[in-house]
């Protein structure tokens, strides 16, 4: 019985160590909202929690800064409204926001695609919704 407590309790330390970990990765990001007249400061929020729950997959990086500019947004938005995927699903400009973002790649390279020991920059992160109403979804990301 006390080998098994023991047992579990090793599998608890090292799973909340690996959680703990993966959460370090994006969890201390600097975060910069702009002023918005398109989106209110809750429906930025969760796009930038879309996006760090989606960094958690990015390996060997380390999120450094993530923000909103209006300005930069619109005018990526509208690049993906008319050249990108919202030109095939027709999404309004009202539901699509582009977040920008800076991190650290370690020396693996990350997943090998990135240049070792590098910071990324100005890293793109396309968010639509169907509604206004809707949760943003991630429909892009990268220069």
């Not at 370090?24 to 600097?30: F, L, N, T, V, Y």
């Not at 002023?35 to 929020?45: D, M, V």
């Not at 693996?108 to 968010?127: A, H, M, R, V, Y």
Request: aromatic letters at 12%.
């Amino acid at each position: 019985m006390k080998k098994r407590i023991l047992y579990i309790g090793l599998v608890v330390v090292i799973f909340a160590g690996l959680i703990y970990t993966q959460l370090g990765k994006a969890h201390g990001a600097e975060v910069s909202i702009g002023k918005s007249t398109k989106f209110s400061e809750e429906e930025i929020n969760d796009a930038v929690s879309r996006v760090k729950l989606k960094f958690l997959e990015f390996n060997g990086c380390n999120l450094t800064k993530i923000w909103y500019s209006e300005d930069k947004s619109n005018e990526l938005a509208e690049d993906y409204i008319k050249y990108g995927r919202g030109s095939e699903t027709g999404v309004k400009a009202e539901n699509v926001m582009v977040l920008l973002s800076n991190f650290d790649v370690d020396s693996s390279g990350g997943d090998g695609s990135f240049e070792p020991n590098s910071t990324q920059t100005d890293w793109k992160w396309i968010l639509v919704r169907d509604h206004k109403l809707d949760r943003w979804k991630l429909d892009g990301w990268g220069y």
